[in-house]
């Protein structure tokens, strides 16, 4: 036997990870040895093994394997992920994933057992307030300048997924669809102002959009494209998902928050859940939610992903890249997407 089963094993073995997520792999487990294989035959009995995201292995794997699922955290970059841009933040999971709602994950495990004390909940306030007032969030892209219209509506966002996206499968037990979504919320609000911002993956062409999502104009009244999401957030009065982690981030700026699906924030009586999640029965305060989800849940890396730093400094670290950034599309970003558009097969390439 090459390790035991205690935790951090002397040997991580990683399953097909890409050449530029190693190095952020490492960072993950300081204290053991990063084994990077490409097949499940090079993995041993009782060993430790880190897969990106929900790759179905389980029934391919000795029962004595302890699988560790890795995949993207909540504030992650200046771009998009399908741009191979590097990550800043990871989350680690034994159980399964925040968006696999199927099951409990280390995140809802730690949202309805931690007793999270005085100190960690100012820490919670202080990153949120932080996050709202520099208007971070996941991917901060956008340029676009946008103004809601001037007759006093109730404004409704609903933003897009992509449907490919696993979290469809595993968190949304009804609605999978974009334009479900939309003709839902029309449905529900016949008097709103209703807002469908497509996800950026999709605008960019690194994605494919969901199905009849060129019909949207049918069931709301604009489609915005560039616009930063953090400004359209701050305008509008309620967010309508599916999964999407935009909901999230409209109940860091105390927006209301309406799920069909099943995502991590849902169910902890800070949302209106069309379908509840009986298993989740604890009241979180907002602050709470924070804490477990973004400073006890993820791990940050430096902007080089050199080391592991805390959320605090990796809030200065976005908002620098971003005021580097300026918008702008560098031109070499502008001819690798070209590239990647032209790629016959994205998801063998992102896996995601």
Known sequence: MEQSNNYPPRVIYALDFFIWKRKIVRLCFPDSRVKFVARLEQVPEHAWLAVWGMQTILDKLPASV??????????????????????????????????????PS????LLASERFDRDLLMRAQALRNRIVDLGLTKYNVGTEPWQPPAASRRLVLVPGQVESDVAMVYS????????????????????????????PDVVARLRVAGGDEHTALQWCDEVVVDVPMDR????????????????????????????????????????TDITP????????????????????????????????ITPEAALDQLLAWRLEHGGAMPWWRKLSRAAIRQTKSIKHYFKA
């Open 66 to 103: 302890k699988v560790i699922r890795v995949e993207d955290g909540f504030l992650r970059s200046v771009g998009l992920g399908a741009d191979i841009i590097l990550p800043m933040s990871f989350v680690l999971d034994k159980r399964g994933l925040y968006y696999d709602a199927t099951q």
């Open 106 to 109: 280390d995140l809802e495990v």
């Open 172 to 199: 949304a037990p009804g609605l999978r669809r974009n334009m479900e979504l939309l003709r839902a919320v029309r449905a529900a609000n016949p008097d709103a102002y209703i807002i469908y911002k497509p996800h």
């Open 232 to 271: 359209l957030l701050n305008t509008v009065h309620e967010v309508h998902v599916i999964t999407s982690l935009t909901g999230f981030e409209a109940l860091l700026r105390g927006k209301q928050v309406t799920c069909y699906g099943h995502p991590f924030y849902a169910g902890w009586s800070l949302t």
């Open 277 to 308: 999640i009986p298993r989740r029965q604890r009241r979180l305060t907002l602050d709470e939610l924070v804490a477990g989800a973004l400073i006890l849940y993820p791990l940050y890396f430096d902007r080089r992903g050199r080391k592991i």
